[in-house]
């Protein structure tokens, strides 16, 4: 149950009313001018956001309408005079009406904190271990109230998208919204495991186990223990490892590397990949009773394109971020053109590329004004194109087209990480390191 509540009303009168009913809920937090509605905001963003409206407060109005696009992340709820729709300032925002807020106000609002909070764009209760998720889209919305469904269950679930779509955001999600939330949160990025050091790194080993094991090692199912293993990337395991996985995530008990002792564990499987699973399993490369165990809850996330509408908010989000983040520049608004132009892009690394754009436009200077431009958009567009049109390519629209000076660009954007470019156009490190050995890049070429 969420228990904090932000209220912002100047008039002392209509402020006491509303706190007297809500008290015994709530722990309020009382904003009772614009100066203090802005400090208070700016430090708790996750934070449900209650007012008062109505048409005669013209001034109160022109300033929620910045705050919430100032703050998209915030979950509002408006009390209003009637069942009036122009009262309504955002699609996002909840809608009271006042006699009936005054007769079931804290019923109401318990029922939007609790059971019904995952309808708000963003489903994130009050806790700081939580990632911002944005967005209104029913495709979004659906994905996120299986996630809250399934977040009490200790079953594995399986969660797919594209590259770029907040994937391992919605397996915090899961984390910590169900009952292993006070365990640990354990992540590892499967592409980056050597398989012949699979059961090590996964079952860890004793001391002398092999040369080079100098000191006893718990395995990633250790770590996590109690809590939640997320496989990043699980496809990038061979078949081999596949099988092994497999024993331990049906049997929950393991021996280390040089350990004679079965050891039981118990974990939270949370699988995530990118890639055409039916596709791997068809071709062999991956078990297909192993993928029946992992998705037995499965999670599938929309690629940005599907949810357009989104765009925005997201946009405005990436700004006000940046913006806090390195307290060197003014909040830019966004205007109508600006928007249009970046609803009308494919954005095939999905929110991630969404977001370095709009971290490059305010990092590399481009930003003319106070307000963001198409201007801005297409001098850094232009820049930042053979990149999205490689890692396009890569996704299987024209992979023959894909040179070697567009690899190197793309290692230099990433400071010659090669996990960290494999990511971002979607496949994996080895296949990348294949790629890089067929075009004979060298590392002077990308320095």
Avoid at 11 to 16: A, E, M, N, P
Avoid at 79 to 89: A, D, H, Q, Y
Wanted: glycine share 4%; aromatic share 10%.
């Amino acid at each position: 149950m969420i228990s904090d509540l932000a209220f912002f009303e100047p008039d002392s009168l209509i402020r006491d009313k509303t706190i007297k009913d809500l008290s015994e809920y709530f722990t309020i937090y009382t904003l009772r001018s614009e100066k203090a509605c802005l400090e208070f905001i700016d430090s708790h963003r996750r934070i449900f956001f209650l007012c008062t409206l109505d048409g005669k407060q013209g001034k109160k109005i022109s300033f929620l309408k910045n705050l919430f696009e100032d703050y998209p992340e915030l979950r509002k709820i408006v009390i209003t005079p009637e069942k009036n729709k122009k009262f309504l300032l955002f699609q996002e925002s909840f809608s009271i009406p006042e006699p009936e807020f005054f007769r079931f106000g804290s019923v109401i609002i318990k029922k939007l904190m609790d059971d019904e909070f995952v309808k708000n764009p963003v489903a994130f209760p009050q806790n700081g271990s939580l990632p911002v998720i944005i967005g209104s889209h029913p495709l979004l919305m659906d994905q996120l109230k299986q996630a809250r469904r399934i977040a009490d269950f200790s079953e594995c679930a399986f969660i797919t998208g594209e590259t770029g779509t907040g994937k391992e955001l919605i397996a915090r999600f899961i984390h910590y919204l169900g009952t292993r939330r006070n365990g640990p949160f354990h992540a590892v990025n499967c592409a980056a495991i050597n398989h012949t050091l699979f059961e090590s790194e996964f079952f860890g080993h004793k001391k002398g186990a092999y040369t080079g094991a100098t000191e006893n090692r718990l395995g990633h199912f250790m770590k996590a223990h109690k809590g939640t293993l997320v496989l990043d990337e699980i496809t990038e395991i061979d078949l081999a490892s596949q099988a092994k996985l497999l024993r331990v995530i049906e049997n929950q008990e393991m021996y280390a590397v040089g350990s004679q002792k079965l050891e039981k564990t118990d974990v939270r499987i949370l699988a995530i990949s990118n890639r055409n699973i039916q596709d791997l399993i068809r071709s062999g490369r991956f078990r297909q009773d192993l993928f029946y165990r992992l998705n037995i809850l499965p999670v599938r996330l929309p690629a940005l394109r599907e949810r357009n509408s989104d765009i925005e908010p997201l946009a405005r989000y990436f700004i006000r971020t940046f913006q806090v983040k390195y307290d060197i520049l003014p909040n830019p608004k966004m205007e109508n053109t600006t928007i249009s132009f970046l609803k009308r892009k494919h954005f095939a690394g999905n929110v991630r590329e969404l977001q370095n754009l709009i971290f490059k436009i305010l990092a590399s200077g481009y930003l003319e004004s106070k307000r963001l431009t198409i201007n801005d958009l297409e001098n850094v567009y232009r820049q930042y194109h053979s990149t999205s049109q490689l890692r396009a390519d890569t996704m299987g629209q024209n992979k023959s087209a894909i040179d070697k000076a567009g690899y190197i660009a793309l290692l230099k954007r990433h400071n010659c990480n090669i996990s960290h470019a494999a990511r971002d156009i979607g496949i994996s490190r080895q296949n990348m390191q294949y790629r890089l050995k067929k075009m004979k890049i060298k590392k002077w070429e990308i320095r």
